[in-house]
């Protein structure tokens, strides 16, 4: 409560306090590309004329636009630059109180590892235009120099981020600073994707060749941002260049390839608009066909991802996105397993996106989408059994940006529905069913503004939550966020906030891999509220290091975990509400550019949840425990590298304190009553030994520390007109056993521990393709 | 749900998961580790209409053929303070297979000169002392008497190849029905159909989830947890078509109580094994739940003498 208190002051006075600025100059301006279209993302500088100090900078909003308030009168010298293209400036002369209008236009210019630059000067744009948010940026070059499982892979690479990790080599799923999985909002142009995995987690869903960049917000996240309570990922889809173009490769997971392209300018303009252009990306797993002459492999994977977008004459831009994907474990052919059964999951989304400007240089969004995931498993043989899991979203939201003086106001609302339904009944009897559907509204409304050394934030997220069943809510959540710059490039910050959930994921993440299973929030299910604080440093050192420091403390109060003692008579009971905490510091410093590349990042993390324990007779006591993932102290250094004969080298040493597990105390046999003649039965296969285990205190060991060390190098050149990269992985190059799972036969005389480490040593390779 | 198809689920759950691990993972060597903790184990079920109540005991530390609780006394009470004392009996009287036996075991069945009759809607007080001091005890409260109102007739012959719906009054308090079905003649059966069953007879259980689900399709609705066993499936799938000729079944429907079912059914995951929620608190472990059951008896022979179900 104390941090909702303070959000609520700073919020107020913040209101208050922020008077527009006056008598004081605006340059306004636009990147262009050569032939006129805005130029989205292009890192635009400002300096007095004559002087290399550099004043301010700025990033082109998605039309292309920039804006520097606040200036004396006097002349300016502007600079605009983007990976691929080529520098424009422009020098202003700007009266006392006045305001110019500057366009500059960059033309291509093929350039290659400049990525990394570009994360470099965006992450300057934030430091100077975003007092709350912690945000990592990624590009695709950056995930694509990551050492990933089979191919790049945006989500292992957001586990390099600081606060991040993962519990196990075998997800791609992560947690935030003591956050679960589910309170993870993962959004792929604006729509959320519930779950963006393949192979139970082992592989996301994205394809690299479709992604222009990933932002993961780990804290502070702004008020635009609803649902979830943890972090936000924004990956953003790319539209390619203005020309053709093919991309592809080959992984030893699966082949892909992607076709971009655009409609000539004079059809574009038959069409209403001032161009057109968009790609479209297919993946698909193939190993089923490629084995198919010597055994049946039943399981593939298939990705089809599209990306389109117009400018239209007045400047506003236009996007469609769509996504559909599918899991498929075909096993109604496999003779040698016992059951029939073909198991299918996947993602589905579309969305379209118009972005325009209103008034005095702001910006409208618009944005309407459905996004929904399934999983069935269907078995021929037997039409009594229904096992699947269905959640929908359908969308529409608002997004208006008014810059006003010496800082901008942001207002938007939304209105989504949801619904879901979740079956498992087989043999006549229903085990486990549950749906609805509800609304959720929100609101919002921030103001930022610059008073001289500090940048200042306020704002506040309304949300209603109108489910089917159960009681409205409504949430009303402040955030605050204040930064002081100490010096041009060093500042001190301070945030907090309520953030608020409505949707709950039953999976268990104690399982490495897993299905998630989704449930609104409604009679049966809190809502959760997490109040959160963070307070830290940030700065550069030069023009190619930079670094931050943060310590956060978080409350959710309102998670859920299963009932395993549910009674079936009461519908209500199967699932419990919780809490948790945590609390921690991330620290990160990086260098973006040069031929050497090195980022550190180091978390540390105390998290626990407290709920009932359903282990215990009635009524159950609650428990608290540490969550699988509270790895204390998570360590990752990657450095990359640039080596002569256009070879690229990454290297990833990753070092975590074990993970917390419940360690058994013992364990008798198993019995089986036959009901017939009252005896018992052991039940289990012959030759297993047919035990149940009694279980310690939940989660009070600890797995060994996590250690490992992962490789990639990557070469490129060209074939025959084509870019042609080729990528030798090596992961767990030290072929360090880490812990999956520990057994503990505690049967055996003397009694044994044995287990699964995650990966061994593995490497992989593939080859990238682009025309 | 009986134990059985929980293990036989949970089994292939870890199954599924050891083998996705397998494809890149490495076993860890075997060390040696802590002694596990001396834990007392009781398995107490209390049956209705049973001429016989059975304890088992076992002790986590107790090797095969060390007796875990030497000089123990089992008793349960009723609510007019009838006690129910227990003697230490033959393990025959408590398990079907002797010769598998992998730890220490003890079995208990009701004296003879102090027994009484389980009666359902009733609650009972399990208490079990140890000769060094330790003390376990447990509540139990027998589901309500229900019984079975289709087929009309406890014992009825059904035509070939025939699905019938079995249907029972409610049991207020009871958490679940388990339906035990005993096939006698199945082998025979659908060896004409070219399907192997291993050995007779064939049990095969199915549930239904909460008090308020009384019905359960009969065969078909048999053996969903051992679907995926790889003896029985085919003949599983054959069940669907319904009950075929020549087969004499003998079924047990039981209401279960909370503990039964929490046992059964178990708890969360952990690698090392099975976990199940018990409901015996003190010094030890286990369950102390109870069953109120009924009895039908369905026959598809062409001689029986059964009137149609």
Known sequence: MMSFRWAAVLLAALLCAAAPATGQGVITGRTLTADGLPLDGAYVTLRARGDTALLAAAASDRLGRFRFAGLAGGAYELRASYVGRGDAAAVVQLGAGRSEHVELALAERPVELEGVRVELQRDRVRFETDAAATVRELDAARIRRTPGLAEADVLRAVELLPGVISTSDYTSSYNVRGGSADQNLIMLDGLPLYNPFHLGGIFSVFNTDMISRAELYAGGFPAAYGGRVSSVLAIESDAGGSGRDVEGGVSLLAGRVALGGGLPRPAAERLGVQSLRGRVSVRRSYFDQLLRPFFEFPYHLTDVQAYGEAWTRGGARLSLTGYTGRDVLDLTTLESFPLSLRWGWGNDALGGRLIGTIGNGGTLELHAGYTGFMTDIRFPDYEDTELRSRIGQGLVRADIELPRGRGRWRLGGEANRLAYDNVAATGGTVFRASDGLAWLLGAYAQRDVRLGAWLLEGGVRVDGWLPGRGANSLVAGPRAAAKWFVRDDLAIKASAGRYAQFVHSLRDEELPLGIDIWVLADERAPHTISDQVQIGVEGFAGDAWSYGVEAFHRRFDGVITNNLADDPNDPLDDVLAGDGVSYGADLFVQREVGRVRPALTLSWLRATRTFPDFRAPDPPPPVTYAPIFDRRLDIDLLVQADLPRRVEASARVHVGTGLPYTRPLGAYTYYELDLHDGRRTPQAPAGDDPHAVLLGERNAERYPTYQRVDVSLRRSGRVRGAAVTTYVEVLNVLNRRNVLFYFYQLDRDPPLRSGISMFPLLPTLGVELRF | ?309
């Open chain 2, 1 to 309: 749900m009986t134990a059985g198809d929980v293990a036989r689920r949970r089994r292939s759950t870890c199954a599924a998961l050891v083998a996705l691990s397998a494809i890149a993972a490495c076993e860890l060597q075997e060390i040696v580790t802590a002694q596990p903790e001396d834990v007392l184990v009781a398995e107490v079920v209390l049956r209705t209409g049973s001429a016989r109540q059975t304890a088992l005991l076992q002790r986590t530390t107790a090797p095969p053929g060390e007796p875990p609780a030497p000089g123990a006394t089992v008793t349960v009470s009723d609510e007019q303070g009838r006690v129910m004392r227990f003697e230490p009996a033959a393990l025959q009287l408590c398990l079907q297979h002797v010769d598998a036996i992998t730890r220490g075991v003890a079995c208990y069945v009701d004296a003879f000169d102090a027994r009484f009759d389980i009666e359902p809607g009733h609650t009972y007080t399990l208490r079990i002392e140890t000769a060094d001091g330790r003390v376990l005890t447990g509540r139990t409260t027998t589901p309500a008497p229900f019984h079975v109102v289709e087929p009309a007739l406890a014992a009825c012959r059904a035509g070939a190849d025939t699905t019938l719906t079995l249907r029972w009054r409610a049991s207020p308090g009871a958490w679940a029905y388990i339906v035990e079905a005993r096939f006698g003649g199945l082998r025979a059966a659908l060896a004409e159909r070219g399907i192997a069953i291993d050995a007779e007879p064939v049990v095969l259980s199915g549930v239904s989830v909460s008090a308020a689900d009384t019905s359960m399709a009969f065969p078909g609705g048999l053996g969903v947890f051992s679907r995926f066993d790889e003896a029985l499936a085919p003949a599983l799938v054959a069940l669907q078509q319904g009950l075929p000729a020549g087969v004499n079944t003998t079924i047990v429907v039981a209401a279960a109580d909370r503990n039964y079912v929490n046992w059964v059914r178990g708890g969360n995951f952990n690698p090392s094994g099975p976990v199940r929620v018990g409901s015996i608190q003190g010094a030890g472990a286990g369950v102390f739940g109870s069953l109120t059951q009924a009895f039908l008896r369905i026959d598809s022979r062409s001689g029986s003498p059964l009137p149609d179900c």
